[in-house]
């Protein structure tokens, strides 16, 4: 069956860095755009980045543009968010999708992750 699993989330100071990253099986992988989003309690889930199937086109919200990189391996069926200069505001759950197109909706990703805590103390 189809899963993604995300890991390396976890506390880091304002200012930090931390790399989260996304194993993905049961469907092929080197096909599909895979994005990342983001969630806190009462919000939407949010945008945050994605990349196409050959990782050579990426895309990013504003408001983490410059900071974060979007990444993946196809031959490890891997895709990494490293996050740099983190803030408080970016405190949420961080989730890997997949699907057909580099869009910012949720609607468009058929596949999900359980998600993984981001928390940045100030």
């Known amino acids: 069956q189809v899963q993604l699993v995300e890991s390396g989330g976890g506390v880091v100071q304002a200012g930090g860095s931390l790399r989260v990253s996304c194993a993905a099986s049961g469907f092929t992988f080197a096909s599909y755009v895979m994005a990342w989003f983001r969630q806190v309690p009462g919000k939407e889930r949010e945008f945050v980045a994605a990349i196409n199937w050959s990782g050579e086109s990426k895309y990013y919200a504003d408001s983490v543009k410059g900071r974060f990189t979007i990444s993946r391996d196809n031959a490890k069926n891997t895709v990494y968010l490293q996050m740099s200069s983190l803030r408080p505001e970016d405190t949420a759950v961080y989730y890997c999708?997949?699907?057909?197109?580099?869009?910012?909706?949720?609607?468009?990703?058929?596949?999900w992750g359980q998600g993984t805590q981001v928390t940045v103390s100030s």
């Open positions: 999708a997949a699907g057909p197109f580099v869009v910012p909706t949720t609607t468009q990703y058929h596949y």
